[in-house]
Structures are given as structure tokens and as C-alpha cells.
T-cell receptor, first 113, second 114 residues
Framework: DTGVSQDPRHKITKRGQNVTFRCDPI?????LYWYRQTLGQGPEFLTY????????KSRLLSDRFSAERPKGSFSTLEIQRTEQGDSAMYLC???????????FGPGTRLTVT | AQKVTQAQTEISVVEKEDVTLDCVYETRDTTYYLFWYKQPPSGELVFLIR??????QNEISGRYSWNFQKSTSSFNFTITASQVVDSAVYFCALSEAVTGKLIFGQGTTLQVKP
């Protein structure tokens, strides 16, 4: 069984450009979470899905951010009109139900220049 | 509001020393889960342990042990006979029982010197 995968691992973009990240969870996991981690801080929750339904979005997630999980499989996180403050590591995690541990992917490091 | 505090920002020990990482949490929920994750220099978060709020039994796994005390809202992590490979950032986290979303502490950077 493969773990959680994320693509790309690194992304450098210019301010104002749009970027999209992909997360492939562990295959039988019905819950998928997105977090953002900046240097020296713990990860912060952004949003989560149960199957294909997006159930909660953090107030950290401005209107420029959108996430989808079509068919309850992989998920994408899109950031429109990127700003320098969006530079961070974007982490995806999946779990089998709410009571179980979340397994994290390697993350996508975004640098906005 | 829910909160996790890891007061120790950095700890440095010499190999074979025992080290304890502190974690204090705040929540109004009666059902919740506590976790420890390890983030080595490679960056990927590695799950170490999960405890639910109704199970205060301490747990030992090899050189790792965890002490959960609801009375003091603490979930401390001890590494016995530390090794250089234990060098990493360690995060304590609290999850809501309904959503499962994790609230992380700021992390403790552990450096184990040979």
C-alpha cells in the first residue's frame, strides 16, 4: 500500500499567477485534510473532505483558495492570484474515519516571488 | 478555543540521554484525541501515537513512552537512550472528535549530538 502522495513537490511562481496542487490519499481513506505550514510553525488546518463533500473551510482560506475532491478520490488545491504571503508548505493528510490517525504526504513547497 | 502548547522550542541532548518533550492542551470537548508526530529534516510528518480522552493508560513502544494526564491536561513524550536519528521536530496535536481536524503545537526541535 502506498502512502499519501502530493504533486508537485516544489513550485516556484510569480506573484499574481495561479497554482494548483494535487493530493492522492491512501486508497481506502474517506477523509482528506489540507494544512499549511510556515517556517518554524506547526501545520494549520485549511479544509477537509469526507468522501467528495467539503465539510469545513478555515477562516485562513481566503476566496482565492479553492479545493475539490471529485469522486472522493484525489484532491486539488488551487490558489488564484498568488501573493508572497502564500509561500509555505502545503500538506495533505488522509485518514479512515474521524477517530483514526492522519497520514501525511511529503508536502508541496510553494515559493511566490 | 482549543489550543496546544509546547513550551520547549529547542532541546539539545547528548546521545544516550533520556529526554522528555512537554505538551499541554486546552479543550472544552469531553471526547478528543491526542497525537504526536515527528518531522525529520526530510520534512514529512510521521505519525507516532494516538490516544483518546478516555484512555489515560501510559504507553511504551520501544524507546518511546507517553504519559497522558487529564488532571493536568498534559500529554508528555519521553525518549529513552536517545539516538542521533531521533533528531527532528516533534509536534503534539489535538483533534476535534467531530471533524478530526488537528490543532498542532508549535513543535519542539530535538537535537541529539553524538
Amino acid at each position: 500500500d502506498t502512502g499519501v502522495s502530493q504533486d508537485p513537490r516544489h513550485k516556484i511562481t510569480k506573484r499574481g499567477q495561479n497554482v494548483t496542487f494535487r493530493c492522492d490519499p491512501i486508497s481506502e481513506h474517506n477523509r482528506l485534510y489540507w494544512y499549511r505550514q510556515t517556517l518554524g510553525q506547526g501545520p494549520e488546518f485549511l479544509t477537509y473532505f469526507q468522501n467528495e463533500a467539503q465539510l469545513e473551510k478555515s477562516r485562513l482560506l481566503s476566496d482565492r483558495f479553492s479545493a475539490e475532491r471529485p469522486k472522493g478520490s484525489f484532491s486539488t488545491l488551487e490558489i488564484q492570484r498568488t501573493e508572497q504571503g502564500d509561500s509555505a508548505m502545503y500538506l495533505c493528510a488522509s485518514s479512515l474515519g474521524v477517530r483514526n490517525e492522519q497520514y501525511f504526504g511529503p508536502g508541496t513547497r510553494l515559493t511566490v516571488t | 478555543a482549543q489550543k496546544v502548547t509546547q513550551a520547549q522550542t529547542e532541546i539539545s541532548v547528548v546521545e544516550k540521554e533520556d529526554v522528555t518533550l512537554d505538551c499541554v492542551y486546552e479543550t472544552r470537548d469531553t471526547t478528543y484525541y491526542l497525537f504526536w508526530y515527528k518531522q525529520p529534516p526530510s520534512g514529512e510528518l510521521v505519525f507516532l501515537i494516538r490516544r483518546n480522552s478516555f484512555d489515560e493508560q501510559n504507553e511504551i513502544s520501544g524507546r518511546y513512552s507517553w504519559n497522558f494526564q487529564k488532571s493536568t491536561s498534559s500529554f508528555n513524550f519521553t525518549i529513552t537512550a536517545s539516538q542521533v536519528v531521533d533528531s527532528a521536530v516533534y509536534f503534539c496535536a489535538l483533534s476535534e472528535a467531530v471533524t478530526g481536524k488537528l490543532i498542532f503545537g508549535q513543535g519542539t526541535t530535538l537535537q541529539v549530538k553524538p
